[in-house]
């Protein structure tokens, strides 16, 4: 679970869930506009973590932490 304070409707939330869904070893992502938080589910031996903040980032959100592990997401 990452801290993504920018997501702030639904459009955003399908962006992200759009370009996450596509990167090799990402099983399933959603995004909780509420708690603006983004919960992705992958195969740790097949998923580089660091593309797939890139690829939120690059969509103009920031990600800020890692909640479940606190983190800082790198």
Known sequence: VWAVPD?????C????????????GVES???DVD????HIHY?????DL???RRAIEA???RV???????RTAS
């Open 13 to 24: 939330q399908r962006k992200i869930e759009s370009v996450v869904r596509p990167i090799r």
């Open 43 to 47: 195969r740790p031996d097949n998923v």
């Open 35 to 38: 708690a603006r938080q983004v």
């Open 7 to 11: 997501v702030a409707c639904e459009a």
């Open 50 to 52: 660091a593309e797939v």
């Open 64 to 70: 800020l932490a890692e909640v479940a592990t606190g």
């Open 29 to 31: 992502v959603s995004v």
């Open 59 to 61: 969509n103009g959100y």
